[in-house]
């Protein structure tokens, strides 16, 4: 029998979960359209009380920033570091949130055991890899809506990037080992690969990880969608005729297209100038997400307070909807609009 402490808990729990999607909050507007709004968040994220209602107000997706990369998760080959993730986990279920994965497998933030891998490393690299996909889907089957599955495989110049420690010792089949082996631990979750300058259709990258992805389709590689993160600068217009028509090839071959890692960092001193013009790629990028059916929209942090853009990109900075108070911008009111206005019978 439930005491009438237990009975007021599991009210009140309710109650701020009622408050949190009432259709005048962000994420009531985004459940209204079964659109899927999400970020990536910390750890301390989870604990804070202000930022936690900000995740339950504004967010129905999740993505851990940092705690699913394998330098967190499997720091060695008998550790795994689960406790962060199931908290993640249980937050999200406790808040009807959905969850991407990110990521397995990636060239950067890897544990020493697997940056050592090299060339007469074939097997155990294959060993690791099949390892750590199956712990993480099987543990996890069910729980996350889409996965990213491998991140960033191609350089700048369209070329697999040969610095990853999975090339270097599987070579690159190693991809479609990864999509096959993460198909049959999870047989529902949806398939990702994720990366960055890949969003336009006619540059020499976006084209180059077109041609992978169509190729692995040709292949009978389980994929279900692709990822651009779509880190921009607002002092670069974005393409709008080249993301749609990029987006539009990708779901001729019946596949899904996700953005994944949206920030729009502006270059110091902001001038109200810059500030428009950031406001103006947001607004584009959610109106192109809205109209063209794009699987999800996550921003890639929602503060400036601790954003990753100013360690990462020396001069530039405020690329989030919310400032370092955690107070909302004038572009988040913006994106807000949109999302309250955006009818798709007249759009």
């Avoid at 394998?70 to 279920?93: C, E, G, M």
């Avoid at 007469?120 to 089957?141: C, P």
């Avoid at 110049?157 to 479609?176: H, K």
């Amino acid at each position: 029998m439930k005491t009438s402490r237990s009975i007021f808990l599991l009210g009140l729990a309710a109650l701020v979960l009622f408050a949190s999607c009432q259709p005048g909050t962000m994420r009531g507007l985004a459940d209204r359209r079964d659109f899927l709004f999400g970020v990536a968040v910390a750890s301390t994220d989870l604990l804070d009380p202000t930022a936690s209602k900000i995740l339950q107000e504004n967010f129905n997706l999740l993505v851990a920033e940092n705690i699913m990369k394998l330098q967190y998760l499997r720091p060695s080959p008998t550790l795994w570091n689960w406790r962060p993730v199931d908290d993640l986990v249980n937050f999200a279920k406790e808040q009807r949130m959905k969850l991407r994965g990110h990521t397995f497998l990636w060239h950067n933030q890897n544990p020493p055991f697997i940056n050592r891998l090299g060339r007469n490393d074939r097997d155990q690299a294959i060993t690791i890899l099949e390892e750590t996909i199956t712990g993480v889907l099987t543990r996890y089957k069910g729980v996350f809506y889409e996965y990213d599955v491998c991140n960033e495989v191609i350089d700048d110049e369209g070329r697999f990037r040969e610095n990853s420690p999975w090339y270097r010792a599987i070579g690159p089949e190693y991809i479609d080992m990864a999509f096959h082996t993460a198909r049959k631990a999870d047989p529902n979750v949806k398939l990702i690969l994720n990366d960055y300058n890949n969003e336009y259709k006619g540059t020499i990258k976006g084209d180059a990880f077109y041609e992978l992805v169509k190729s692995m389709v040709e292949r009978g590689v389980p994929i279900d969608g692709v990822g651009f993160q779509l880190h921009l600068m607002a002092e670069h217009p974005l393409n709008e005729e080249a993301l749609r028509a990029n987006i539009q090839r990708f779901r001729e071959l019946g596949l899904s297209v996700s953005f994944t890692e949206v920030d729009v960092r502006i270059k110091l001193p902001v001038t109200p100038e810059k500030e428009a013009a950031q406001k103006a790629t947001y607004e584009s990028l959610l109106r192109i997400a809205l109209e063209e059916d794009v699987s999800c929209f996550v921003m890639w942090g929602y503060t400036d307070a601790n954003s990753w853009i100013p360690g990462s990109f020396p001069g530039y900075g405020s690329a989030h909807i919310f400032d370092e108070k955690l107070t909302p911008k004038p572009v988040y009111f913006a994106m807000q609009e949109i999302l309250k206005s955006y009818h798709p019978d007249r759009n």
